[in-house]
């Protein structure tokens, strides 16, 4: 995303924001450039790059590379997270849980730290982060306060527990007292 300097106020402002935030001013709008043909080369660009990512898609699930219904699962290795195949995690079962079931809990993986967001907005950015692989991703987020890890055998008070996503507060730790989301398989009733 490209930034430029507002024309009232000068604080930055991104190129693709239709105002500045910081003054409100209207900033000049952008046209499609024009191709020789007299048509948008913005709009034909933009197809072409769906198109793509539809056929990329569809590839992988006909070739059985992605699971598309299968929850990412997660592992760290340093700073970095991946997404970890079902084989690596022998220990971790997959539980039905009611949406309304509260309690202490604790946190089990893999003996590997686990990552949580703070927000659910924050656990759903993270989660398509891992899907993708996209390390430098995370660990923007994490260096961003969005994201943290805890440690194996954590506890935690688990506050709405979902099918796929639970919020909880963090019960001791460097994050005691702290509320963030965690993929729910992660979550094993003390």
């Known amino acids: 995303m490209a930034m430029t300097n507002c024309r009232e106020c000068g604080q930055p402002v991104s190129t693709l924001a239709g105002a500045c935030p910081h003054c409100g001013v209207p900033l000049a709008s952008k046209q499609p450039i024009q191709s020789a043909r007299g048509g948008s080369t ?10 793509a990512f539809v056929l990329v898609l569809i590839a992988c699930v006909m070739l059985g590379q992605c699971d598309i219904n299968a929850p990412p699962k997660y592992s760290t290795s340093g700073k970095s997270a991946t997404r970890s195949t079902a084989t690596s995690r022998p220990s971790v079962k997959r539980r039905a849980r009611s949406p309304n079931a509260t309690g202490d809990c604790v946190v089990r993986s893999d003996g590997s730290p686990t990552l949580v967001a703070t927000t659910e907005d924050d656990m759903r950015r993270l989660t398509k982060l891992c899907v993708a692989r996209d390390e430098i991703g995370v ?3 994490v260096i961003a306060g969005q994201a943290f890890t805890l440690v194996d055998e954590t506890r935690v008070l688990l506050i709405d527990g979902g099918v796929m996503t639970s919020e909880i507060r963090v019960l001791d730790g460097p994050h005691a007292g702290e509320s963030c989301f965690i993929d729910s398989e992660f979550l094993a009733k003390e």
């Open 42 to 51: 913005g709009n034909m660009t933009g197809l072409v790059v769906s198109g």
């Open 139 to 141: 660990r923007n987020m």
